[in-house]
């Protein structure tokens, strides 16, 4: 599919491609439309990112000129998650991110700096932006949806560790750091749910779920490697 031809008003550029990620986009400029966010002059750059560690992630680099914003935004979305858990992603996630984008140019034109990322004004933006108090989805600091992110960490080089809960629940990818592999000989890593110490695992093949991750996750690799990378 040629991405270069799918634009979504206020976003300035994007790589969504997939269904799911096209879908999302739509989402991220709906909610950018209700909001009349300045896109002529803030310039929105969406992208699907394979190895983000948090479900969203963004960052504004806008100065004022004349009192009103101009720059870039950058806003990332973790798009295995897409696949894992859609209606959260949705629902959740793209407003609480661009709650954080609108909260972030509020800052910059009022003058002030932000003490806490997920602050009452933040939950204003996220409640306005979900259309009002909604009890079922209450604005936190971390949303939580079935994502499983246990593919993402081994593709950063994590070590696979198992313990005795059984099934897919006794994996854990830890961060292959020096301190862990210690702990992990000395057996200082307890699982906090079956209390046994954690060991690498020794299995020929991993848990059909996350292994179908990783090779969802290799598929995207290659096919975005071919796309030339958004610009700056
Ligand atoms: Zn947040
Ligand atoms: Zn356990």
Same mark, same amino acid.
């Given at each position: 599919?040629? %991405? $270069? ?11 969504? $491609?997939?269904?799911? $990620? ?6 991220? &400029? ?66 609480? $991110? ?40 209450? +604005? ?14 081994? &593709? ?21 750091? +020096? ?12 699982? %906090? ?11 020929? %093949? ?21 796309? &030339?990378?958004?610009?700056?």
């Amino acid at each position: 599919m040629n %991405t $270069e031809n799918l634009k979504f008003p206020l976003i300035y550029q994007h790589n969504a $491609e997939f269904a799911r $990620e096209i879908h999302a986009a739509k989402e991220v &400029s709906r909610l950018l439309q209700k909001v009349d966010f300045p896109g002529d002059d803030v310039w929105i750059d969406l992208r699907f990112d394979y190895a983000l560690s948090d479900h969203s992630t963004s960052s504004l680099d806008v100065m004022l000129i004349r009192g009103q914003p101009h720059g870039i935004v950058k806003l990332n979305l973790q798009g295995l998650y897409l696949m894992q858990d859609f209606e959260v992603m949705i629902q959740q996630v793209i407003p609480h $991110e661009i709650a954080h984008i609108l909260h972030g140019v509020k800052a910059k034109v009022g003058g002030y700096e932000i003490q806490k990322p997920h602050d009452e004004e933040w939950a204003e933006l996220f409640i306005n932006l979900i259309g009002g108090v909604n009890h079922d989805i209450e +604005p936190s600091a971390k949303v939580r949806g079935e994502f499983d992110d246990r593919a993402i960490r081994l &593709s950063k080089s994590g070590i696979l560790v198992e313990c005795e809960c059984g099934d897919d629940e006794s994996l854990e990818v830890l961060a292959d750091t +020096p301190g862990n592999s210690a702990k992990l000989r000395n057996e200082e890593l307890e699982c %906090t749910s079956c209390k046994f110490p954690y060991v690498r695992f020794t299995g020929d %093949t991993l848990p059909k779920r996350i292994a179908a991750d990783q090779q969802f996750l290799e598929k995207i690799k290659c096919i975005k490697l071919q796309h &030339s990378p958004l610009q700056r």
